[in-house]
């Protein structure tokens, strides 16, 4: 079992940066593919960002492709997503996932979830 604690959202003006982190329990960290999602209301979920447990491969969503930045800590057990060059359209409920994978990126399929945090872009 896997159970994930999101921090760090906020109220931000377009074109500011946001860092949200993400805190995981559980013996076997790094053994986890780590995601972050976004739900905006009205749209369906969206795949942000993944890590895979040893940090080497990272995969992310063409809408923030070179504006976030996901790290990982393992012995913090920690997960991080950096926004700069925010813009209104990211506004949405962010979640982090966990998945048990081979040093994958899957965008889909993730069995544990936090249970969000809001970041409103102001225009």
């Known amino acids: 079992q896997v159970q994930l604690v999101e921090s760090g959202g906020g109220l931000v003006q377009a074109g500011g940066s946001l860092n949200l982190s993400c805190a995981a329990s559980?013996?076997?960290?790094?053994?986890?593919?780590m995601g972050w999602f976004r739900q905006a209301p009205g749209n369906g979920q969206e795949f942000v960002a993944a890590?895979?447990?040893?940090?080497?491969?990272?995969t992310y969503g063409d809408s923030v492709e070179g504006r976030f930045t996901i790290s990982r800590d393992n012995f913090k057990r920690t997960v991080l997503l950096q926004m700069n060059s925010l813009k209104p359209e990211d506004t949405a409920v962010y979640y982090c996932?966990?998945?048990?994978?081979?040093?994958?990126?899957?965008?889909?399929?993730?069995?544990?979830w936090g249970q969000g945090t809001q970041v409103t872009v102001s225009s």
């Open positions: 996932a966990a998945v048990r994978t081979r040093n994958s990126t899957p965008q889909s399929g993730y069995d544990y």
């Open positions: 559980g013996r076997t960290f790094s053994a986890y593919t």
């Open positions: 890590i895979s447990g040893s940090g080497g491969s990272r």
